[in-house]
């Protein structure tokens, strides 16, 4: 039986509801499935943490190929249908928690997990912060192979001067390294979202990609140049730097024009502007 016809089962079986507020879009292409398992690189010392297991068509796939599967889905009416599709497997372990809330690293500490990567089909609605908080909580993880709207993933991987490049962009490329796995059209989900979706991999660097001082100055600066991306630097920063000739000193020192805009610069610019920001505050 497809993948189609086993989930159709699965949810009239169940009467189960689709939460369209919960981003619940299932995924019933088998290519598409194999193609994020084998970007995954399971094996019998990894373990997973999955965010949104829906009725648990990834979780169970993972589980046959990996030490073990922790997944945290958040609606309650699809606990007893993962209690039962899951039944067999005795290295899943189903979470009902909010992802935005839990605490991944006491997670991974209770759990005992090892070599551990996130693998999720993740809720759209929610993308954005849960990669964020993966990043800034500095959960121990060594990869994340998420199927994200398509946009999410272009802003991902955006280069300077263009209008996807943002924090995010930031934030992602300085943490990680980035590759594009597949698009995913929208007849790959039950029900089919309005938006074309892309499996990405992104590898969590031991070194950071560019040295950085103080890192929370340093996202402030990006937070701060983007807010406000049609205004010059020189204004932008005002926020963060309230001497406006101790800013005009570091962006002349950094060789960056005042008259820029925030979207031009570099992630080694802004993290050489951070570095000198800080070195002129001691
Ligand atoms: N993994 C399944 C698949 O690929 O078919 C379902 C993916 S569906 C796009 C997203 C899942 O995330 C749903 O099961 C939804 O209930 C769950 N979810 C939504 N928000 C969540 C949150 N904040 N924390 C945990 N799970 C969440």
Do not use: W
């Amino acid at each position: 039986m497809g993948l189609k016809s086993k989930t159709m089962d699965i949810v009239k079986y169940f009467e189960f509801k689709f939460n369209k507020n919960l981003g619940q879009n299932f995924l019933i292409d088998e290519n598409i499935l194999k193609k994020i398992i084998d970007a995954a690189e399971l094996d019998e010392n990894s373990t997973v943490i999955e965010i949104g297991p829906g009725i648990g068509t990834l979780t169970q796939e993972m589980a046959k190929r990996c030490k073990k599967v922790v997944a945290v889905e958040i609606d309650k009416n699809l606990i007893p249908i993962l209690e039962e599709t899951l039944g067999n497997f005795k290295n899943i372990k189903i979470i009902h928690a909010d992802a935005l809330k839990v605490d991944f690293n006491k997670i991974i500490e209770e759990e005992n997990l090892e070599n551990v990567k996130v693998v999720a089909n993740l809720p759209y609605y929610v993308t954005t912060p849960i990669i964020a908080k993966l990043l800034n909580e500095k959960v121990k993880i060594s990869s994340m192979i998420i199927m994200i709207q398509k946009e999410v993933a272009d802003r991902i991987l955006a280069k300077p001067n263009t209008d996807e490049y943002g924090t995010l962009s930031l934030l992602c490329q300085y943490h990680c390294d980035i590759k594009k796995i597949c698009k995913v059209s929208p007849n790959c989900f039950v029900p089919p979202p309005r938006v074309e979706s892309m499996v990405i991999r992104l590898n969590i660097r031991d070194k950071k990609r560019v040295d950085v001082l103080d890192e929370a100055l340093f996202f402030n600066i990006i937070k701060s140049a983007f807010n406000m991306r049609r205004k010059t630097l020189s204004n932008s920063l005002k926020s963060i730097v309230k001497d406006e000739n101790a800013l005009l000193k570091a962006l002349e020192e950094a060789n960056i024009d005042p008259k820029r805009r925030g979207e031009t610069l570099s992630i080694e610019e802004f993290a050489n502007l951070s570095n000198i920001l800080i070195r002129q505050k001691s």
